[in-house]
């Protein structure tokens, strides 16, 4: 088994009420990786985290810890600790004692506990606030302590699930950073859950994409985003223009009436394929030098750039830019080799 590879999870099923919740879900984690689990509410998410947590036992399949089989080991047995969107913390005992509260558990001595829990407390950036009251925080803060009493019992593994829900957007994308960066100080694995896709491209060495209990794609941000591998990932990953075309041969695509050169290979000559393209990827241009022509039906200001919706041979295109066209303007649409990306209708 490869020795970096620390969780393992191999054709794991779980149902509830006979429904399949995961169904035959393998899937290796490595040592030191922040991992996102990303996908839709009911894809299967948190019922992956819980079965590595050991919450969950899977009706069939085998979870792999250290080449180890720790499928029938309760949580408490395993090197993983889990924080959760509701902190969990005890409102009756201050900053301190929550964070100190799995020390205490195994016993530890107080000359071992108390620098530990300082350390771990600075860490987060909650120096001097051992004494406070849980109800004297803001729900950031609480989220800190709740990461800070996780993370002081050194585990090899952390898993997050959908931590930074109950945050602001400020908050959030502080805390995204600051998780980030707990995770590269303290050099230990993080398994992340969220159905927030900015979120987990901020974060992550490794997206994996789910959907209806199975895995779409994994791969890092810049994969999921640039190459998906169907229209689930690629309409799930940001915005995406998705339309009919035709391959006609190596690196030649039709669609919208008009002939692409692209970088995709492979497929049969005049095979009907799909065609993505980011909204971003579009060039505007006057509809005399455009390879395709749309009429601009709305535009909406998003602050750093305008979302055109664009009518295009009976397609809605999305199209984002710093400039802005007007409602009911003309304009040409041109398209580089490398924005083009080609999917099977298979694939679908």
């Known amino acids: 088994m490869n020795e970096n590879l620390i969780v393992s999870l191999k054709d794991i099923v779980v149902d509830f009420d006979g429904e399949k919740v995961l169904d035959g879900l393998s899937l290796d984690i490595h040592d030191k990786e922040f991992v996102t689990f990303l996908g839709p509410s009911g894809c299967g998410k ?4 819980r079965v590595i947590a050991g919450f969950i036992t899977p009706k069939s399949g085998n979870v792999f810890f250290d080449g180890k089989d720790v499928a029938d080991l309760p949580p408490y047995k395993r090197q993983v600790n889990t924080v959760f969107q509701k902190y969990a913390l005890f409102p009756h005992l201050n900053v301190f004692e929550n964070v100190a509260f799995g020390l205490r558990l195994k016993k530890l001595p107080e000359d071992v506990i108390r620098p530990k829990v300082l350390e771990m407390l600075e860490t987060v950036g909650l120096k001097g606030y051992e004494r406070r009251s849980i109800h004297q925080l803001s729900g950031g803060q609480q989220q ?10 050194q585990p090899r593994v952390l898993l997050l699930d959908e931590p930074l829900g109950a945050l602001d957007l400020k908050l959030r994308k502080e805390m995204q950073l600051e998780l980030k960066r707990l995770q590269r100080e303290m050099n230990i694995t993080f398994v992340y859950v969220t159905h927030d896709q900015e979120e987990a491209l901020t974060m992550s060495d490794t997206v994996v994409v789910m959907n ?6 994994i791969g890092t941000p810049q994969d999921i985003y640039n190459e998906p591998c169907n229209a689930f990932v ?11 075309g035709v391959m006609l041969k190596d690196f030649l695509v039709n669609f919208g009436g008009h002939d692409f050169t692209c970088v995709d290979r492979g497929f049969k000559p005049n095979e009907p394929v799909q065609v993505v393209i980011r909204p971003e990827d579009v060039e505007i241009v006057p509809p005399s030098v455009g390879a395709l022509v749309g009429l601009v039906r709305d535009v909406i200001f998003k602050g ?24 009911g303007e003309l304009i040409g649409m041109n398209i580089g080799p490398d924005e083009i990306h080609i999917m099977s209708r298979a694939e679908v």
């Open 46 to 49: 948190t019922t992956t985290l």
């Open 144 to 153: 800190r302590v709740a990461i800070a009493r996780s993370l002081v019992n």
């Open 212 to 217: 209806g209990g199975k895995i779409q794609q």
């Open 234 to 244: 690629a309409r799930f990953i940001g915005d995406s223009n998705i339309v009919d």
């Open 304 to 327: 750093v750039h305008f979302e055109m919706h664009v009518d295009v041979e009976g397609y809605e295109w999305i199209i984002h830019s710093t400039q802005a066209s007007q409602p």
